[in-house]
């Protein structure tokens, strides 16, 4: 690259929301939000977080939405754990 310089900041990807590590179904004034990450037991990394956060977005844009649920794709997946 000609001009670039090795504390170049590098752009972000662009988001796309797939349905297949996001899901979102509208179920009545309930949005069903599901990971999808089997592979990864549900663990949620940089992507899934956009993901999530774009769903949120989806719902919050929505006045027809009330309230929105969160789950995940794998069966006996129950639990979430916030790690810090």
Known sequence: MVG???????RPRPFVLTPLMVGYERRGAAPLVTIDRRER????DGE???ALFA???RFAADDGARVIVLTGALKGARRFRVRP
């Open 41 to 44: 037991r549900n663990a949620v």
């Open 4 to 10: 670039a310089t090795a504390s170049a900041t590098p």
């Open 48 to 50: 899934t977080a956009a």
């Open 55 to 57: 769903a949120y977005e």
